[in-house]
């Protein structure tokens, strides 16, 4: 087995996806420390399931690590980075895993001196987040989308993290950083959005005793309106052009259906189209 | 085993729920005969894997059925009950099984003779339509929705269809057709609609590349953009109003989100109350 590309890895935040990482680097990368950073009944948890070898509560306690992986939600994550640099150290590669990209690039770009920042985005997920639902294999088979910052020059920072999440199983991508949040904007943003308005709008008028009459349709239309709340807001506040722009596109496209309900030549365009796209979607996945 | 509430039955369209019946027939009614009525394709298809008896290719050419299920696109569905009302014959009792009720309700209650009908609503559904898609446990454990014409006086006819689908394991339930298709057009086809615009919108974007990217939560919230536009069209056509007011709910909720994105009040509010319906709607399910 090859050593791993970081030997010593601090993850701040262990949620769905720190604490997956956290396990599938126990898996392919046993020989590598993993440092855990957390509320401590959290620490507790993931040093009783051997995701860690060791749990702190304050990332400003990591110490000599080869990387540093912020796994909070964005704004906190944000803070984290701005912690990091104020206390400077070894030159650890620091990632991120939040799902909007140009706010963390551009202030670790901002940072005087600078960190070897690199951001990172795994397309994985789960209908619900927290440690309790981390899996070594969360990441097998998916896209890890990096965002390096054009000037930065940190190439081989990039290469040992391809390396490492290659490990997990991943499908590592490089991108842009606008490109990936305006990509993202329609691809997840505005899924989980519209799934939560629609659970929202659905539940409010047909009250608890209407949604025994649910079929399958709502159920899973609605798997994402489950998703914490706090993720979410970061998400919308750091992307919120890109999102917004998304959201007039769905509106009018609802827009346009509405009116055209009584003869529903529109309705059958859209449901042709969407069975087209729906077919792309799911080329080469179950 | 008790006698079959209904010996002959005449099942017009032999589709996901048409088909799916019939299997049902089979298992749980044995000694019932199933006449079939579709293309010939769809005959030979169903004649071949034994869900049905016999085939015909016109409705009229059915004669002494104890029940004639009415299981092809809303529309056609209209189609086949004048000519069911203008061909007189035995009094079998019609129900259907189209997504909207107030349309057929009010169809049938127009009939000169009147026809013994009590529309139905069976709350099934797959991935994807037709015959090859059908299972006789569709129905298994989910409501069957009946909506009979309050002044109609066919509580017997009633009765044997509900001892009919319990056969089936589904759960019968009694509406007003009204109370059905408001009911229904926040559970069943705004989720619809808006799955639709939703693939629609965000293919277009993404496009075949980058729709590679996406994660589950777009698959799970598009998986009814590939229900069939003929079905959809009529819906949106006999529901226009209820859906165009669930719509405008929808809009409403997505504007406001819009709004919000940068602050994500809103954002955060929402999601609170739409993990919370999410719960509910899940209560009892797996």
Redesign the interface.
């Known amino acids: 087995m090859p050593p791993p590309p970081f030997g010593s890895i601090v993850i701040a935040g262990l949620g769905l996806i720190g604490g997956s990482i956290a396990l599938a680097i126990r898996e392919r990368w046993p020989a590598a420390r993993v440092i855990g950073v957390d509320r401590p009944a959290v620490i507790a948890h993931a040093l009783g399931g051997g995701a860690i070898d060791r749990g702190i509560t304050t990332i400003t306690e990591a110490r000599d690590a080869d990387l540093v992986v912020l796994a909070a939600p964005i704004r906190q994550n944000l803070e984290l980075l701005a912690a990091l640099a104020a206390a400077p150290r070894d030159r650890a590669v620091v990632t991120d895993v939040g799902g909007t990209k140009r706010a963390i690039v551009e202030a670790a770009r901002a940072l005087r001196p600078p960190l070897p920042f690199v951001g990172g985005h795994p397309?994985?997920?789960?209908e619900r987040g927290g440690f309790a639902f981390a899996r070594p294999d969360l990441f097998d088979g998916?896209?890890w989308?990096f965002t390096p910052d054009p000037g930065g020059g940190y190439d081989e920072a990039l290469g040992r993290l391809e390396t490492f999440v290659r490990g997990f199983g991943a499908r590592p991508?490089v991108m842009e950083a606008g490109t990936h949040d305006r990509?993202?904007a329609?691809?997840?943003h505005?899924?989980?959005?519209?799934?939560?308005?629609?659970?929202?709008?659905?539940?409010?008028?047909?009250g608890?005793e209407?949604?025994?009459?649910?079929?399958?349709?709502?159920?899973?239309?609605?798997?994402?309106?489950?998703?914490?709340?706090?993720v979410?807001?970061?998400i919308?506040?750091t992307n919120?052009d890109a999102?917004?722009e998304?959201?007039?596109?769905?509106?009018a496209?609802?827009?346009e259906?509405?009116a055209?309900?009584?003869?529903?030549g529109a309705?059958?365009s859209?449901?042709?189209?969407?069975?087209?796209?729906?077919?792309?979607?799911?080329k080469g996945?179950d």
Do not use: K
Not at 192 to 205: D, I, K, N, P, V
Not at 210 to 230: E, N, Q
Not at 260 to 264: E, F, Q, V, W
Not at 270 to 282: G, I
């Open positions: 397309i994985g997920g789960a998916r896209p989308i991508a990509l993202m329609f691809l997840s505005l899924p989980q959005l519209t799934a939560s308005a629609l659970m929202e709008a659905t539940g409010r008028e047909a608890v209407g949604l025994h009459f649910a079929g399958r349709g709502l159920v899973d239309t609605t798997r994402l309106a489950s998703s914490p709340a706090d979410w807001r970061d919308c506040a919120s999102i917004g998304a959201l007039d596109r769905l509106i496209r609802l827009t259906l509405r055209d309900l009584p003869r529903g309705v059958a859209l449901f042709e189209d969407a069975a087209r796209w729906r077919a792309e979607l799911m996945r």
